[in-house]
């Protein structure tokens, strides 16, 4: 199954509210997943390593459904916590299907990242991971559109973690490429370059999609500018730690979503 179809936009409204960016990770495709920090068990600060190929895969969400809980005793670490992300997916369609047959009772990570939240939050670890529920839903949503509330619940020693890692270590851009291809996935880090490198173009697109790119920053840090087939809100520079999403509009027509 092609797991990046998941980040083709369904008939869901568009992402809006407190929780922007919702990713998720199948455990058997992490090659690494780091142990929290011996100093700050709230903290993951070393890098999540993926195998080759795989990376996280990200959701459409309705943000105005989007909760998470957490429940223990008042001791606030070792403790027997329990927490629970929940989140709406407008539509109900082949791909979302086949995601559901295929891996549904397997063990996930989650990642979200609230609006104005410097660094994501990490639901499972390597000692206790996520497991998947979920349930079709009619009529019961925002503007009365039909799909599937997913649940993720959690049962470990600690409260969920800040992830201070690299957000995605796979399908880092080719030096110099001003029309990188975006074949293998959704997430995509620039690097250093040779000379002074505008991204003009985006190859293999899905229209429908929305593609992030992370900021590597680096020797002669890529760039977009808000023209020609990019609809930007302003020019972007790929500084360590900046990140643009896109949304495909149709081939060589990229609109912005959100920047950070």
Known sequence: ?????????????????????????????????PQRNPSNVVEIVDDIIFKDGK?????????????????????????????VFKFFVGGFDEYRKQFLAEH???????????????????????????KMTWAFDEDEKPDGK?????????NGAFVSALYKGTVS?????TADDATPSVADGSIFMTGDNVSATAITDLDDVVV?????????????????????NFTLTAAWTATVGSY????VRADNDYVELERG
């Open 244 to 247: 643009i999403v896109l949304y």
């Open 104 to 130: 549904g009772t397997k063990d996930m990570y989650v990642m979200i990242q609230k609006c104005g939240q410097s660094y994501p939050t990490i639901i499972g670890d390597s000692c206790s991971v996520c």
């Open 169 to 173: 270590n796979n399908n880092v851009f």
């Open 208 to 228: 429908g999609s929305s593609i992030t790119i992370l900021g590597g920053g680096g020797t002669n840090a890529s760039t977009i500018a808000n023209s020609g």
């Open 146 to 154: 039909q799909g599937i509330t997913f649940t993720f619940t959690r």
């Open 55 to 83: 990376s996280w895969i990200p959701f459409y969400v309705t943000a105005e459904t989007s909760k998470l809980n957490e429940t223990g005793s008042e001791n606030y670490d070792n403790d027997n916590v329990k927490t």
């Open 1 to 33: 199954m092609n797991l990046t179809k998941m980040n083709t936009k369904p008939e869901s409204p568009q992402v809006s509210g407190n929780y922007k960016r919702i990713w998720v990770a199948l455990a058997e495709d992490v090659l690494t997943m």
